[in-house]
């Protein structure tokens, strides 16, 4: 018996209903749904703990980000393991634009070298936009430490190989690979006292248990206005900001030792382009409002917003630098 039109254009309603429920259903028109993100509150990674530079970052900028986008975005602190732990969440999260995360050197590039094996991959991750800089600090416990410049510093260590020790943070941190690039610039050698964490590395530095380190800006302002430490040099080519009287390695004829603790903005790869490209733009507007910009520099941030793209070609670069680094200096974290 012949079927009726009534009847054909009736299933065929019902197998267009069916395919388009499960196309919804596996993510297929994620490009289309990105018209109404977001509908609820964000999800932002921090894999540092509460209290630190990585956080205050993150809680200035997010009322500000989230009134732009007309949501609430969530600080979601999950440290350990050097950032992998938090990281490593936001990698397996879903690509859906509710997720976001505060990369940084170690997650996105240091990691991948210091690490045999990751849970994550850096290319787990989609670029949003850069962020901020911590610029770091050759620093001295005080006046009487026994330098009185970064050039008189250089001199007394290599004319005395392994009788000096410096704290970090810990092993693979910025703040470590710093020092690492600069003994390997200048062909000096000092003892490395990793510990776990800034806040207890500084608290060692000003009591003098260990008479020299690496420090970010916001680590260390405080303690250098109260006078408990005394910065001898910025590693950067030019001297910065918030200490104008502090010179550049670059001026103590020490180049090629540029470093800093950034902060970039990432989505689990897969996020929809659509909302890569309009959080990219709200995050670039965010960063220049003056307000927000001013309390972030007043902690010890350099300020410096870039896109998607320019992010992902800083990486390459940085990463090309690092593993260099790491692999000849025979650097591990396991």
């Known amino acids: 018996m012949p079927v009726r039109s009534t009847d054909a254009a009736r299933r065929s309603l019902l197998i267009t209903g069916a395919l388009g429920a499960t196309a919804g259903a596996l993510g297929w028109p994620a490009a289309a749904r990105a018209d109404t993100w977001p509908s609820k509150p964000v999800r932002w990674v921090v894999a540092y703990p509460a209290g630190g530079g990585s956080d205050f970052l993150a809680r200035q900028l997010a009322p500000v980000l989230g009134k732009a986008l007309g949501q609430t975005l969530i600080i979601d602190n999950k440290p350990g393991a050097a950032g992998i732990i938090g990281t490593d969440n936001a990698a397996k999260s ?10 940084d050197n170690g997650a996105m590039v240091f990691n991948s070298a210091l690490y045999k094996k990751l849970p994550y991959s850096p290319a787990d991750f989609a670029p949003v936009g850069f962020m901020a800089r911590f610029p770091l600090l050759l620093l001295v416990v005080n006046p009487n430490a026994g330098f009185s410049s970064a050039k008189q510093w250089l001199e007394t260590i290599k004319a005395r190989p392994g009788k000096y ?96 603790a950034w902060q970039g903005l990432f989505v689990p790869k897969g996020t929809p382009d659509a909302i890569v490209t309009r959080l990219s733009a709200e995050l670039g507007k965010a960063l220049t409002q003056p307000e927000l910009k001013a309390k972030l520099e007043d902690f010890g941030l350099e300020v410096a917003p870039g ?19 790491i692999r000849s200096r025979g650097i591990s974290a396991e």
């Open 94 to 103: 879903p690509p859906d634009g509710y997720t976001i995360l505060t990369g």
């Open 165 to 260: 020790s410096y704290a970090s943070p810990g092993v693979g941190s910025p703040h470590h690979l710093a020092m690492e690039l600069l003994k390997d610039r200048t062909n000096s050698y000092i003892v490395h006292v990793p510990y776990r964490g800034t806040s207890f590395a500084t608290q060692d530095l000003i009591a003098g248990v260990v008479p020299m380190g690496i420090l970010d800006t916001a680590a260390a302002l405080p303690h250098l206005r109260a006078g408990k430490l005394k910065a001898l040099a910025v590693l950067a080519p030019r001297r910065i900001a918030a200490l104008p009287d502090v010179p550049s390695f670059d001026e103590t004829g020490v180049t090629g030792v540029e470093v800093s």
């Open 307 to 325: 896109d998607a793209p320019s992010l992902a070609r800083f990486i390459q670069a940085e990463t090309q630098k690092w593993h260099a680094l």
